[in-house]
């Protein structure tokens, strides 16, 4: 599943991306608050992890762009 994937994408394309993930990372954040919130321990690993990855690629986009 780590495969590593080549793409040809244009800065604009890659801040859609980045703009995607950001809003599905928030997405994932307000769900940890909730888990948090009702006691859900397993479900705020999952979502925190989530977010962390998402903003992991995020970084790594946005420092495509940066160059």
Known sequence: M???VKLSLTTDEVEILVDALEADM???VE???EARGNGNRADL???TEAAKRIQ???TKLQDLVEE
């Open 2 to 4: 780590n495969e590593t």
């Open 26 to 28: 928030e997405g994932y």
């Open 31 to 33: 769900a940890a608050k």
């Open 45 to 47: 690993e999952t979502f």
């Open 56 to 58: 992991k690629l995020m």
